[in-house]
Nanobody, 124 residues
Framework: QVQVVESGGGLVQAGGSLRLSCTAS????????MGWFRQAPGKEREFVAV????????YCTDSVKGRFTISRDNAKNTVYLQMDSLKPEDTAVYYC?????????????????WGQGTQVTVSS
């Protein structure tokens, strides 16, 4: 069992930055691929970024490429999402998720463990 807890959300003006953190319990964090998803009101949950456990490969959805960066620190059981040049359309609840799969899974169904989410609001 893995417990996932997100933090770092908040209110920021357009063009600003936030860094989300996600801490996962358990001694096998290094063997989990970690993903970030987001869900805006009235919309489906969508993929944002992923970092694989076996080779550190990262992948981001097109709408955040060049603005968001995913990274991980296995010694701290933590994955980060650095979000720069934020836009109002980035407003959503951001979720962290874990899967033992390798590669870069982008569908929510591929992930076994989810956090409760953290709200990110970008004002114009």
């Amino acid at each position: 069992q893995v417990q996932v807890v997100e933090s770092g959300g908040g209110l920021v003006q357009a063009g600003g930055s936030l860094r989300l953190s996600c801490t996962a319990s358990g001694r096998t964090f290094s063997r989990y691929t970690m993903g970030w998803f987001r869900q805006a009101p009235g919309k489906e949950r969508e993929f944002v970024a992923v970092i694989s456990w076996n080779d550190g490969r990262t992948y981001c959805t097109d709408s955040v490429k060049g603005r968001f960066t995913i990274s991980r620190d296995n010694a701290k059981n933590t994955v980060y999402l650095q979000m720069d040049s934020l836009k109002p359309e980035d407003t959503a609840v951001y979720y962290c998720a874990a899967t033992p799969l390798t590669g870069a899974p982008i569908v929510p169904a591929a992930y076994n463990y989810w956090g409760q989410g953290t709200q990110v609001t970008v004002s114009s």
